[in-house]
């Protein structure tokens, strides 16, 4: 009886704080959170609740915790775009457009509209190594030199196609990707022009010119 208290006062409390919050109110960004009135904990009828078994009742516990402890969303990451964090690390407070962005350590919650220079930079090197033609939309951004298409892309050349964080990659007759080999691998090098770069090739192998011997290669050799 005393964990159902507990939970209907809980419920209580952010049925309160569910109200009064907008997104634009920068001056909102650094109070309490207030917990949206659609959280999950929300959606238990009381006889629902006094039917929960143990195991049941500490999960929901654990859920109102995890709310009533979210942090806000700052004027920093609005402003910036975008803030680190897991999937399961949503601010309160984020724009329902942000999306999350996996990128290992560096996954983040981030505006659709917002593109980084390092990352036009790294995506467009990538393309012009593998011999694309990078083409920003826009959409995506404020300057001058862009066309209007519905997103920036790596226009690859024929018999190649992009693959993200690889570039454009060499497919094979079948339309299918051509992967690096084991043997490849361990040589640290294959014959093949900027636009015949191999799926899964090592990110820090670089394209040398060497006329009919051009290859991409680890860049030290064992």
């Given at each position: ?8 006062v ?10 009064g ?10 109070r309490?959170?207030k917990?949206?009135a ?5 959606e ?40 680190y ?15 999350w962005?996996?990128?290992g ?5 981030i ?9 036009y ?25 862009c ?8 226009r ?45 090739t090592p ?18 050799p064992?």
């Open positions: 009886m005393r964990v159902f208290s507990l939970i209907i809980s419920l209580f409390f952010l049925t309160a704080c569910s109200s919050f907008t997104e634009t109110s920068t001056s909102d960004f650094t309490k959170p917990i949206p659609k959280a999950s904990v929300l238990y009828h009381n006889a629902a609740i006094e039917n929960l078994d143990v195991d049941e009742m500490e999960r929901l516990l654990e859920e109102i915790d995890k709310d009533i402890n979210r942090p806000n969303i700052t004027e920093d990451d609005i402003r910036r775009g975008w803030y964090g897991l999937e399961t690390d949503k601010k309160y407070g984020t724009p329902s457009s942000w999306i962005a996996y990128d350590k560096e996954s983040r919650w505006s659709p509209n917002i593109i980084e220079e390092s990352d930079e790294e995506e467009k090197n990538l393309c012009n190594e593998t011999a694309g033609e990078y083409v920003v939309s826009c959409i995506d951004t404020e300057i001058s030199d066309e209007y298409i519905p997103e920036t892309e790596c690859c050349i024929e018999d190649s196609e992009w693959v993200d964080r690889q570039g454009c990659i060499l497919l094979n007759e079948e339309d299918e990707f051509l992967s690096i080999t084991q043997v490849e691998l361990a040589q640290g090098w294959y014959y093949g022009l900027p636009n015949e770069k191999k799926l899964n990110s820090a192998w670089i394209w040398i010119e060497a006329g009919r011997e051009s290859r991409w290669q680890n860049p030290t064992k």
